[in-house]
């Protein structure tokens, strides 16, 4: 009898949600997860034998009985693969390893002096390389890299504007792929982020999030519903490109008076001219040091992301705002500015309801959120999409 892809599609659809229970649930008994799944137990038997002669689940022994023969507990294999996730920014980039389940093996952190493609291409897969080359004798070995870009990204993986990078049009994609021979996921760098707080960060429990990037620039991921929200074309969250002077400063976009002109990395650093500071981490170190200049600065930039932030409140009445990046490290010194300003200036039924925070997984949120992509890609590489 010919095997019918209606039944073809059924096996896989099931198979994918078995494998996901166990990946969010383990350790689990067949049992359960057949009342978890809604399959019947011959089905979920089957489908975890395949799942256990691919590697990406074994047996641990015998959990609790309940009444009758103690049942066999399940767990997903998280050291079945490895994940490269790679943050690229305008100053730096950091590259990590994990297993299949966000747990960091290795990294690299590698300072940006050019940002022509062609040596950052370079840069990117020596630091790819040598963490591909750290990786634990395995069943999959490297499963693919994922890597978020400050930059305006399509679903070919081509960055087609990052003005902080000076980049249009850059099959990064197509490029890294070819040169890793790994599968290649790119995205924007503030959506990695949120997928990294949603995963393995301050987003866990809630369902509305909007993740604020704030590093050389500003970018957003938005999650509704558990999900990022891209826009029709797969481009929204430049939020950083929000105007709020209306004469204001010129940005590299080609625009004027854009948020991330006032609230930025970057513009703290402009700010920091006068005081002889030319990197970040010195302005941190001023601040600590209870320098007034610094305290100052940082109210100011403060003020500014409180203004942005009141407007994503008043546009998206999100559960929950989080601000990571860079801007994480002067969290001290801008809190009680931005909770002021927001107080201020959103509307006191969408502002009651919003939580801000800073993203606890700090400046790795991107990074993680990057590798975490490449595990959805390989363990999704059977799901059916519609």
Same mark, same amino acid.
């Given at each position: 009898?010919?095997?019918?892809?209606?039944?073809?599609?059924?096996?896989?659809?099931?198979?994918?949600?078995?494998?996901?229970?166990?990946?969010?649930?383990?350790?689990?008994?067949?049992?359960?997860?057949?009342?978890?799944?809604?399959?019947?137990?011959?089905?979920?038997?089957?489908?975890?034998?395949?799942?256990?002669?691919?590697?990406?689940?074994?047996?641990?022994?015998?959990?609790?009985?309940?009444?009758?023969?103690?049942?066999?507990?399940?767990?997903?294999?998280?050291?079945?693969?490895?994940?490269?996730?790679?943050?690229?920014?305008? $100053?730096?980039? %950091? @590259? =990590?390893?994990?297993?299949? #389940?966000?747990?960091?093996? *290795?990294?690299?952190?590698? +300072? /940006?002096?050019?940002?022509?493609?062609?040596?950052?291409?370079?840069?990117?897969?020596?630091?790819?390389?040598?963490?591909?080359?750290?990786?634990?004798?395995?069943?999959?070995?490297?499963?693919?890299?994922?890597?978020?870009?400050?930059?305006?990204?399509?679903?070919?993986?081509?960055?087609?504007?990052?003005?902080?990078?000076?980049?249009?049009?850059?099959?990064?994609?197509?490029?890294? $792929?070819?040169? %890793? @021979? =790994?599968?290649?996921?790119? #995205?924007?760098?503030?959506? *990695?982020?949120?997928?990294? +707080? /949603?995963?393995?960060?301050?987003?866990?429990?809630?369902?509305?999030?909007?993740?604020?990037?704030?590093?050389?620039?500003?970018?957003?991921?938005?999650?509704?519903?558990?999900?990022?929200?891209?826009?029709?074309?797969?481009?929204?969250?430049?939020?950083?490109?929000?105007?709020?002077?209306?004469?204001?400063?010129?940005?590299?976009?080609?625009?004027?008076?854009?948020?991330?002109?006032?609230?930025?990395?970057? @513009?703290?650093?402009?700010?920091?001219?006068?005081?002889?500071? *030319?990197?970040?981490?010195?302005?941190?170190?001023?601040?600590?040091?209870?320098?007034?200049?610094?305290?100052?600065?940082?109210?100011?930039?403060?003020?500014?992301?409180?203004?942005?932030?009141?407007?994503?409140?008043?546009?998206?009445?999100?559960?929950?705002?989080?601000?990571?990046?860079?801007?994480?490290?002067?969290?001290?010194?801008?809190?009680?500015?931005?909770?002021?300003?927001?107080?201020?200036?959103?509307?006191?039924?969408?502002?009651?309801?919003?939580?801000?925070?800073?993203?606890?997984?700090?400046?790795?949120?991107?990074?993680?959120?990057?590798?975490?992509?490449?595990?959805?890609?390989?363990?999704?590489?059977?799901?059916?999409?519609?």
């Amino acid at each position: 009898m010919q095997t019918t892809g209606d039944q073809f599609l059924v096996k896989k659809i099931n198979k994918a949600i078995v494998l996901d229970a166990i990946v969010r649930h383990c350790p689990l008994s067949r049992a359960q997860l057949s009342d978890m799944c809604g399959l019947n137990k011959g089905t979920v038997s089957t489908l975890v034998g395949e799942l256990i002669e691919e590697k990406l689940v074994y047996e641990i022994g015998f959990g609790r009985s309940s009444g009758g023969r103690k049942p066999v507990m399940l767990m997903f294999n998280k050291s079945a693969g490895y994940a490269i996730g790679i943050d690229l920014e305008v $100053r730096h980039m %950091l @590259a =990590v390893m994990t297993d299949l #389940d966000g747990r960091v093996i *290795a990294e690299r952190q590698v +300072e /940006l002096e050019r940002h022509d493609p062609a040596s950052v291409l370079e840069l990117l897969t020596g630091a790819a390389r040598s963490l591909i080359g750290e990786a634990p004798p395995s069943a999959y070995g490297v499963i693919g890299a994922g890597v978020g870009v400050a930059g305006i990204v399509d679903d070919k993986g081509t960055v087609l504007f990052a003005p902080n990078l000076e980049w249009e049009q850059v099959e990064l994609e197509r490029l890294l $792929r070819e040169s %890793l @021979a =790994v599968p290649v996921t790119i #995205d924007n760098e503030a959506n *990695a982020g949120a997928l990294g +707080e /949603l995963q393995y960060g301050a987003g866990k429990e809630a369902s509305g999030i909007v993740y604020l990037s704030v590093g050389a620039g500003i970018g957003a991921g938005i999650v509704t519903g558990g999900s990022l929200m891209k826009g029709a074309g797969g481009f929204s969250g430049e939020l950083g490109h929000t105007t709020i002077e209306t004469n204001g400063k010129r940005c590299r976009c080609g625009n004027k008076g854009c948020w991330e002109q006032y609230a930025s990395e970057s @513009a703290a650093l402009e700010l920091a001219r006068p005081l002889g500071v *030319a990197r970040f981490g010195e302005l941190i170190e001023l601040a600590k040091q209870d320098a007034p200049e610094a305290i100052r600065l940082f109210h100011e930039v403060g003020e500014s992301l409180g203004i942005g932030i009141a407007n994503v409140i008043n546009a998206f009445n999100p559960e929950l705002v989080l601000i990571g990046n860079r801007m994480v490290l002067a969290e001290p010194w801008i809190r009680t500015a931005i909770e002021r300003t927001v107080s201020a200036r959103a509307l006191p039924f969408h502002r009651r309801q919003a939580q801000i925070r800073f993203a606890s997984l700090g400046e790795r949120s991107a990074v993680m959120g990057a590798a975490f992509s490449a595990v959805t890609a390989f363990l999704s590489k059977d799901r059916v999409t519609w």
